[in-house]
């Protein structure tokens, strides 16, 4: 009898584990994980369990400062993590086994003072820096107006991306264009690969907030509703390209935030295809669904008067500039409370 990830799996589904932690992945990669995801969230609560003060106090002594130190720290944490994943790579020739390392969130915090062409030419940059030496590394760039304006040098050159921070159709079509203008400057496609990360569970917050007209039938399913329909229309527009590999949505932001909703909200009802990236707790939660059977949903949108109350009472204009402007400080701040930490933990280490 199958557990509910392999259920999971065995109806199109690609799980990813939204950590880096080293006995994390080793255990989600038992249970059928095939991927993973980083974020300065993460490095800081690896940092907090007191696991990785040796090598910490290993790079302070090397006279890097906080900022390269937490950098360093990532990298080695993504390293360890591809290491592990760098197997399924190999057999599925790119087209899965990746880990994502997530570049300066500090060039979207509004201290920021580049222009935008120089924020372009930063995030190309960290990009060309952070994927040398890598095969099975994404990038990781926000769908930010800097990030947006990297894509199209990054995938030329041959990097892998995952664009992050997407909320909206609008923002989805200006990342896979930009890709697909730097896809057609290489030589080839044969290792050509693009994902594309869309929150869920954040837009359900928002309406709940904002929209609190919406019917109980229609509350809820926002944010399932405007994935699915970003990836239909991933669907069909990469079929088109018949590429060697596929070009990807990240259904990501698949943790409940309603804590009347079941755990598998939104892993039920995006099962099927593509790439999940769960939260830890969540995996762990859907796990413990003794007999749980996951069957193919994603493509299973909701009724049409559903459809058409969302269409009529949420302004995705709205909701996208303010998720946006939201997402922007939870990118920038946590990176900023992993630089104090690390700076705490130079004093203790210290004592």
């Known amino acids: 009898m199958s557990t509910p990830l392999q259920s999971l799996i065995a109806s199109g589904t690609k799980l990813w584990l939204d950590s880096i932690d080293p006995d994390l992945v080793r255990l989600n990669r038992e249970q059928g994980a095939t991927g993973a995801t980083s974020n300065p969230i993460i490095v800081s609560d690896l940092i907090k369990t007191g ?5 910490l106090a290993l790079l302070m002594k090397q006279g890097l400062d906080d900022e390269a130190v937490a950098w360093q720290v990532t990298d080695q944490l993504v390293r360890g993590a ?15 086994g990746y880990v994502s390392f997530e570049l300066d969130p500090l060039l ?5 003072t580049l222009s935008l062409p120089d924020k372009i030419a930063r995030y190309v ?33 041959g990097i892998t991306l995952n664009v992050t921070l997407i909320f909206s159709e609008r923002q989805y079509r ?30 359900d917050v928002y309406t709940k907030q904002k929209v609190s007209q919406l019917s109980p039938a229609a509350q809820g399913q926002v944010g399932l509703l405007n994935v699915q329909r970003i990836w239909q229309e991933n669907e069909r527009w990469w079929t088109e390209k018949r590429l060697p590999l596929k070009q990807e949505i990240i259904f990501a932001s698949t943790g409940t935030k309603d804590p009347a909703d079941s755990p598998d909200k939104y892993v ?31 493509d299973q949108l909701p009724p049409a008067d559903v459809m058409a109350e969302i269409d009529r009472l949420v302004d995705f204009t709205n909701l ?3 998720l946006m402007s939201e997402g922007l400080q939870k990118f920038a701040d946590p990176h900023k409370a992993l630089l104090k930490l690390i ?9």
Request: hydrophobic share 40%; with cysteine.
């Open 320 to 322: 996208e500039e303010t």
């Open 125 to 157: 940059e960290l990009g060309k820096k952070w994927s040398t030496g890598h095969t099975n590394r994404m990038i990781k760039v926000p769908a930010t107006p800097g990030g947006l304006g990297a894509l199209e040098e990054l995938t030329a050159t």
């Open 174 to 203: 200006l990342a896979r264009e930009a890709v697909w203008r730097g896809a057609q400057r290489r030589k080839s496609l044969a290792s050509f690969k693009s994902v594309y990360s869309i929150f869920v569970s954040r837009i």
């Open 268 to 298: 039920a009802a995006l099962a099927g295809s593509d790439i999940q990236t769960n939260p830890p707790a969540t995996n762990a939660a859907v796990q413990a669904m003794s007999g749980k059977i996951f069957s193919r949903r994603v």
């Open 51 to 55: 696991r990785f003060d040796d090598r």
């Open 343 to 351: 700076g705490e933990k130079r004093q203790s280490l210290k004592a």
């Open 108 to 112: 979207e915090d509004a201290a920021c």
């Open 82 to 96: 591809q290491e592990v994943f760098a197997p399924v790579w190999a057999e599925t020739h790119g087209n899965d």
